[in-house]
């Protein structure tokens, strides 16, 4: 059974900046895409940025140039580093695995970012 574990939501000051990590547990296979959403209260769920094999990496434009996203497949772990952090930026982020059997989702970790 495959499992998403996220790490390292909090609370920071705007400006601020948090690094998330989320490892794969379990038997998962051919991995195509990992990536990050979130969803703020009373709001959709929405992409935050994206890492495909081959490398090629997307981001939401209200993150760009402040969020990072890494993976190291040999751990089946992604990462995503935000930097300059706002208000704005404050909801329950969850990671996403693509894969050809099934896509998985995390639990979420909450980031609140503190004017």
């Known amino acids: 059974q495959v499992q998403l574990v996220e790490s390292g939501g909090g609370l920071v000051q705007a400006g601020g900046s948090l690094r998330l990590s989320c490892a794969a547990s379990?038997?998962?296979?051919?991995?195509?895409?990992m990536g990050w959403y979130r969803q703020a209260p009373g709001k959709q769920r929405e992409l935050v940025a994206i890492?495909?094999?081959?490398?090629?990496?997307t981001y939401a434009d209200s993150v760009k140039g402040r969020f990072t996203i890494s993976r190291d497949n040999a751990k089946n772990t992604v990462y995503l580093q935000m930097s300059g952090l706002k208000p704005e930026d404050t909801a329950v982020y969850y990671c996403?695995?693509?894969?050809?059997?099934?896509?998985?989702w995390g639990r979420g970790t909450q980031v609140t970012v503190s004017s």
């Open positions: 379990g038997s998962i296979f051919a991995i195509v895409g």
């Open positions: 996403k695995f693509d894969t050809l059997k099934g896509n998985y």
């Open positions: 890492t495909i094999s081959g490398g090629s990496t």
